[in-house]
C-alpha cells in the first residue's frame, strides 16, 4: 500500500521558494501524530542524506547548509509533511523523499532542480 507521496517539487531558478508536501497513508498514518518525521534528498552520484526532520512535539533539527532557509512543519490532522525552502542555490537540487524515522518503504520523491 501506498504510504508516502511527496510533490511540490520543480525547475526553480537560484534564489527562488518551493514548498514540498507529503501525504502520509496507510498503516503509517495510524501512529503519525507520534513519529518523528522526516525529509532527506539524493543528489546524482551521492548517497541520500538527512535534511530536516521535526518530532510528535514539533521539535525540528537541520543539516548545517539548509539551516535558515529550509522549514520543516507538519499537520498532524491530515498526516502531512511540508518542507518550505527559501533562498535555494544549485547544491540543493535532488531528489526529495520523506519518511518515518527509522525509515519505512520509500516513496518516489519529488525532484528539485536549481538552476539558471
Known amino acids: 500500500q501506498v504510504q508516502l507521496v511527496e510533490s511540490g517539487g520543480g525547475l526553480v531558478q537560484p534564489g527562488g521558494s518551493l514548498r514540498l508536501s507529503c501525504a502520509v497513508s496507510?498503516?503509517?498514518?495510524?501512529?503519525?501524530?507520534?513519529?518523528?518525521m522526516a525529509w532527506h534528498r539524493q543528489a546524482p552520484g551521492k548517497q541520500r542524506e538527512l535534511v530536516a526532520s521535526?518530532?510528535?512535539?514539533?521539535?525540528?533539527n537541520y543539516r548545517d547548509n539548509v539551516k535558515g532557509r529550509f522549514t520543516i512543519s507538519r499537520d498532524d490532522a491530515k498526516k502531512m509533511v511540508y518542507l518550505q525552502m527559501n533562498n535555494l542555490i544549485p547544491e540543493d537540487t535532488a531528489v526529495y523523499y520523506c519518511?518515518?524515522?527509522?525509515?519505512?518503504?520509500w516513496g518516489q520523491g519529488t525532484q528539485v532542480t536549481v538552476s539558471s
Open positions: 519518511n518515518r524515522i527509522p525509515a519505512v518503504d
Open positions: 496507510g498503516p503509517l498514518a495510524d501512529g503519525f501524530s507520534v513519529y518523528t
Open positions: 521535526i518530532n510528535l512535539g514539533g521539535s525540528t
